[in-house]
């Protein structure tokens, strides 16, 4: 038997012509979202194929790959598509969110702040910010050719008028270089200013919905808000039980069946150097740190 | 005949064009920024990025305009249909890339494919071959530039940025440059805003 032969990062070249094509004009277009002729991959829609094209498309031999997984590097999806690509394009992966040329991210940006050096690849569900509020895709395609984005206003009106607040927590509604309104994919809304002016190039891909568009580098991203309501990042209010982190993004983690609860930083790589560093939260002194550093990469 | 030997060894098909992929992407989220990349030996008037390029990009699906001084060259003309297997088109609203060999005498945008206001991506991209990136600097603002970015490039017709405000009024619509001096390439996106000077 012999081993299966790949081309390099698996898709093969007129596949990557044609989604290099793509990526060029949806950067030339910032958050307009490009058609794309998406390929079947051997992992199912919804587990970060429109990711991994781009991923596979841009990739070279000299690049450092990093995938997080909301803000894990070591949950199935994460480890999955890094193997992936050690296997069909042999680049060198890392954990460390510095170290990384590419990261593919599913549904969180890294707490560090990323440089001019690194392109940040997001994995995208629903692509159409407007697909929930008109399903035809004719109508929501001429509605951003007219920037036509009332219906957007009205559905944070509504939950206003429900809520007192503007309840959308997480694919919080953007507005890209004055122009077009954009899904920023499913990232908690504590994530979105981190999408403007940033030093890296954001790509996003969503494969089932066949659709790639981009953030250039120091490009204006505003959520959309009122002047009454304006935008707010929502934090949980606790420190991270781990590395006592302050101001990082915080996952809840049930640790019985009594109610208890525990909060945690959502970047493992970011909780890491923290406790490296020297800093612990209530939970984790240096001995807890050292047990969860053999468990963690898988 | 097209001497094919000649011109086939060095290009490896998935490493080569990523790296010229790469610097062209780096290239269009940072407009005016200027990138070197390998070139590729092809006949003239190639420049040999853009022979990078275009065996980077192009392929059936990108139908190829080029202008007289490509035109002019029955050896280009043949090495990119060897190399690349692209449609050349004598309409330039036609055309995926247009080839611009005479920058000199840069054709009218309004030519080329601009896009649709619902599919503003069914657009044109010019790769303009100039003698050098030097001269008289244009300066850049918009996606991609921190505060401002300065950009020279010669020759190019008197009413360049004329042109490219005109091209930048009918954002989201409009055409992306990208100019080629031997192995160097920069990029100006139709989001790029050129100042007053």
């Known amino acids: ?298 | 005949m097209l001497d094919i030997t000649a011109n086939t060894p060095e290009f490896d098909p998935a490493y080569a064009s990523q790296a010229a992929f790469r610097a062209l992407m780096e290239c269009m989220a940072r407009p005016g920024q200027i990138r070197s990349l390998k070139g590729v030996d092809a006949p003239a008037p190639f420049a040999p990025a853009t022979a990078a390029l275009i065996k980077s990009l192009a392929d059936y699906e990108t139908p190829l305009w080029l202008d007289p001084a490509f035109a002019a060259a029955p050896q280009a003309a043949e090495w990119i249909r060897f190399h690349t297997g692209a449609p050349l088109v004598g309409d330039p609203a036609a055309a995926a890339f247009a080839l611009i060999g005479n920058a000199r005498a840069l054709p009218g945008f309004a030519q080329f494919a601009q896009g649709t206001s619902e599919y503003p991506d069914r657009s044109t991209t010019l790769i303009v071959q100039i003698e050098a990136f030097s001269g008289d600097a244009i300066t850049l603002k918009g996606p991609g530039i921190k505060t401002a970015q300065r950009l020279a490039a010669t020759p190019l017709p008197a009413d360049f940025a004329a042109r490219m405000k005109d091209n930048r009024a009918l954002f989201p619509r409009g055409i992306d440059l990208v100019f080629v001096a031997g192995t160097d390439i920069a990029a100006l996106p139709r989001s790029v805003m050129i100042e007053e000077r």
Not at chain 1, 10 to 19: H, N, S
Not at chain 1, 142 to 168: F, Q
Request: proline share 8%.
């Open chain 1, 1 to 298: 038997m012999s081993a299966p032969v790949y081309n390099f990062a698996y898709l093969d070249e007129q596949t990557k012509r044609m989604i290099r094509r793509a990526i060029l004009k949806a950067i030339a277009i910032p958050g307009y979202q490009v058609p794309f002729a998406s390929r079947e991959m051997p992992m199912p829609y919804g587990w970060g194929t429109g990711g991994v094209q781009i991923t596979a498309s841009i990739l070279g031999p000299d690049d450092k790959l990093k995938v997080i997984d909301q803000g894990s590097d070591d949950t199935t999806n994460a480890v999955s598509i890094r193997k992936f690509f050690v296997k069909t394009a042999g680049v060198e992966t890392t954990t460390k969110t510095n170290e990384a040329t590419v990261i593919q991210t599913r549904h969180r940006i890294p707490e560090q702040a990323l440089t001019e050096d690194q392109v940040l690849v997001y994995q995208v569900p629903i692509p159409e910010p407007l697909r929930f509020l008109e399903p035809r895709e004719t109508e929501t395609r001429r509605m951003h050719a007219l920037s036509e984005y009332g219906l957007m206003h009205v559905k944070l009106y509504e939950d206003i008028a429900r809520h007192g607040h503007i309840a959308t927590t997480y694919a919080y509604p953007v507005e890209v270089g004055g122009r077009y309104v954009m899904d920023p994919s499913p990232i908690p809304k504590f994530d979105n200013p981190k999408l403007s002016d940033s030093p890296a190039l954001q790509l996003f891909g969503a494969g089932r919905e066949k659709r790639i568009y981009a953030i250039p580098p120091y490009t204006h991203v505003k959520s959309l808000d009122f002047e009454d309501h304006p935008f707010e990042p929502y934090r949980h209010d606790a420190q991270c039980e781990l590395c006592g982190a302050m101001n990082s993004y915080l996952d809840e983690v049930i640790t019985d069946d009594a109610g208890s609860r525990m909060f945690v930083c959502s970047d493992t790589d970011f909780c890491e150097d923290r406790r490296a560093a020297g800093h612990h939260g209530p939970q984790g002194g240096p001995a807890a740190a050292a047990t969860k550093e053999e468990s963690a990469h898988g």
